[in-house]
């Protein structure tokens, strides 16, 4: 398994680095502590970018990483380091396409001392444009998994892929959440639902069954599963559910969950991982064709 961490000197990025050493990924995995230094500019024209600040920056992220990299070593993973210029989200997402990596994990923000003030927060870049799945994280374990599942492609792939992942996401209890949206129409302001109780059967079946499909597959595969399903607003009652479970970390899929939003409102993925207190994992792609027959085998066994 590939594991491509970006790291900024932040706390941030200290926790993303101590999540992943706190699992038992698969035999082989090899990490990759990607260190991004920004080139700065000034705005005002009147200050020119010095050579030697960029170098001292260059060299500080270089000691960030060889730090980083200590503490995963000692937790007998494989690591390299690497520095490169430019935008963290740029390079992030350039790397994990160029080395097939299966995993890019991130701190809650990607602001620390080495990066701009102006970039942004990397993690909801990468949440809305990398090509594999995502782990942001905001603590340095997880010990309850809210998953949350609309039964399309992406959310289907999601226990084959964990599964593919060793026992990193094993023992975890998880909660199978799927939402049923709630009838609307769009205006050119938003999207207006209808708050009334009146809920069609065929609708509640269908969540129901998507969140029990769910659960009964992730039971197949080695997990601990439990189904539920709810209807309203899904990133809404994603990150409501999560908190009352007390879930500290929440996985979905890489498309919104359900098919009325706000306008403007982007993904739900989006939504959650801009509101949620816990961890975020989204799942984009399928499983990896290497580890597809020792997914089917757990199956089995």
Do not use: Y
């Not at 701009?116 to 603590?139: I, N, Q, T, W």
């Not at 409102?265 to 597809?292: E, Q």
Request: proline content about 5%.
């Amino acid at each position: 398994m590939r594991i491509l961490i970006g790291v900024d000197g932040s706390p941030a990025s200290t926790t993303a680095c101590e999540l992943v050493a706190s699992r038992t990924w698969p035999l082989g995995t090899r990490v990759t502590l990607l260190g991004a230094v920004e080139i700065l500019t000034d705005w005002t024209g009147l200050v020119p970018p010095s050579a030697n600040d960029f170098e001292s920056r260059r060299e500080a992220m270089h000691f960030a990483l060889e730090d980083r990299a200590t503490g995963l070593e000692s937790a007998a993973l494989a690591v390299d380091t690497v520095v490169e210029s430019g935008r963290a989200a740029d390079l992030l997402m350039t790397r994990a396409d160029e080395s097939f990596a299966d995993l890019i994990v991130v701190g809650s923000r990607g602001l620390g001392p080495w990066t701009s003030a102006v970039m942004g927060s990397v993690s909801a870049e990468l949440v809305d444009h990398a090509g594999c799945p995502v782990l942001v994280a905001r603590s340095p374990t997880f010990s309850r998994m809210l998953l949350a599942s609309d039964g399309t492609p992406s959310s289907r792939a999601i226990p084959g892929i964990l599964a593919a992942w060793g026992t990193a996401f094993r023992g975890v209890p998880v909660e199978v959440l799927s939402v049923a949206p709630r009838e609307g129409f769009i205006t050119p302001w938003a999207i207006w639902a209808d708050d009334g109780d009146d809920e069609p059967e065929s609708d509640a079946s269908l969540h129901q069954a998507i969140a029990e499909g769910v659960a009964d597959e992730l039971m197949e595969l080695g997990f601990h599963a439990a189904a539920i399903s709810r209807k309203g607003d899904a990133s809404r009652l994603i990150v409501a559910e999560s908190r009352e479970w007390g879930a500290d970390l929440i996985v979905t899929g890489s498309r919104g969950i359900g098919t009325l939003h706000r306008l403007m409102g982007g993904s739900v993925a989006h939504d959650v991982l801009m509101h949620a207190r816990s961890s975020v994992l989204v799942i984009r792609g399928s499983v990896p064709a290497p580890v597809a027959r020792a997914v089917a085998s757990v199956a089995r066994a």
